[in-house]
């Protein structure tokens, strides 16, 4: 069983940044595949990005290209996103997600077995 905890969310203004945190327990951290995804209200939830075991490899949906950055520390048993000029469409909430099979970049949220609690992160204009 893995345990995933989030934080870092809030509330900023548009052009602002965040650093969303996602601490993992229970398992080989540096076996774990890792991701992000978010939820607006009434939306389905989508994929943000997601990175490689060692670090080295990531990827992201297009819309987040250049402003976010997703990352790890296996040291520390910790995943990150970067959230760089922010803007209101970005306003959801941001869930970690883990998987110990999952290999390559695998977008689909029904892949991953292990969620963390959600993090609010809120973009105002």
């Known amino acids: 069983q893995v345990r995933l905890d989030e934080s870092g969310g809030g509330l900023v203004q548009a052009g602002g940044s965040l650093r969303l945190s996602c601490a993992a327990s229970?398992?080989?951290?540096?076996?774990?595949?890792m991701a992000w995804f978010r939820q607006a209200p009434g939306k389905e939830r989508k994929f943000v990005a997601v990175?490689?075991?060692?670090?080295?490899?990531?990827d992201y949906v297009d819309s987040v290209k250049g402003r976010f950055t997703i990352s790890r520390d296996n040291a520390k048993n910790t995943a990150y996103l970067q959230m760089n000029s922010l803007k209101p469409e970005d306003t959801a909430v941001y869930y970690c997600?883990?998987?110990?099979?999952?290999?390559?970049?695998?977008?689909?949220?029904?892949?991953?077995?292990?969620w963390g609690q959600g993090t609010q992160v809120t973009v105002s204009s």
């Open positions: 990175v490689s075991e060692s670090g080295d490899s990531t």
């Open positions: 997600a883990a998987d110990s099979y999952l290999r390559g970049y695998v977008r689909d949220h029904s892949k991953y077995a292990y």
């Open positions: 229970g398992r080989a951290f540096s076996s774990l595949h």
